[in-house]
T-cell receptor, first 112, second 114 residues
């Protein structure tokens, strides 16, 4: 079946360093990808999205890269801050359907 | 601005008891509404979605049901809870055709069935 996976369950970075969180998806028909941030005990919050007609999209301190050839996307966080500590989910969907596949999440720890 | 309310935040229920979780959205009309369940260390599993009043689609067979009695109200129910129903339940909404725009999530309900 379809799946979205994350390469690492946890990631620990030093404050001020850049973070890179990776994600792989299985459905080549997916055309919409989202990154969410989930803090403990809260619902996920939208960070950034990208459509399949793009390879890169930048937001405030975040960049999402999409490689459709290998079905891989990544989230880059520049100058990681303690407030970035959370679980990050990637999700793949679109194609006009309602079933977005979410990955299991990567927990990001930021060391001061 | 749009807001989404989900309650209660936590709930402890005995096996065999009924369940009713409520979700309401404010500041928008005719949203797509979703119920997700999140197991520990796992991603979000879509349980139900709704594109309009009275229109419910179920993604997985389960012990739960959903209803949408009003445009901005989405209810998750069970007649008899099972231990396996424990989890973190999230309501979400978005606009557009399908899940191809950002979704906004509620704060979640942590359900523990004992």
């Amino acid at each position: 079946g379809e799946s979205v996976g994350l390469h690492l369950p946890t990631l620990s970075v030093q404050e001020g360093d850049n973070s890179i969180i990776n994600c792989a998806y299985s459905n080549s028909a997916s055309d919409y990808f989202i990154w969410y941030k989930q803090e403990s005990g809260k619902g996920p919050q939208f960070i950034i999205d990208i459509r399949s007609n793009m390879d890169k999209r930048q937001g405030q301190r975040v960049t999402v890269l999409l490689n459709k050839t290998v079905k891989h996307l990544s989230l880059q966080i520049a100058a990681t801050q303690p407030g970035d500590s959370a679980v990050y989910f990637c999700a793949a969907g679109g194609t006009g359907g309602f079933k977005t596949i979410f990955g299991a999440g990567t927990r990001l720890f930021v060391k001061a | 601005s749009q807001t989404i309310h989900q309650w209660p935040a936590t709930l402890v229920q005995p096996v065999g008891s009924p369940l009713s979780l409520e979700c309401t959205v404010e500041g928008t009309s005719n949203p797509n509404l979703y119920w997700y369940r999140q197991a520990a260390g796992r991603g979000l599993q879509l349980l139900f979605y709704s594109v309009g009043i009275g229109q419910i689609s179920s993604e997985v067979p389960q012990n739960l049901s959903a209803s949408r009695p009003q445009d901005r109200q989405f209810i998750l129910s069970s007649k008899k809870l099972l231990l396996s129903d424990s989890g973190f339940y999230l309501c979400a909404w978005n606009r557009g055709i399908g899940m191809n725009t950002e979704a906004f999530f509620g704060q979640g309900t942590r359900l523990t069935v004992v």
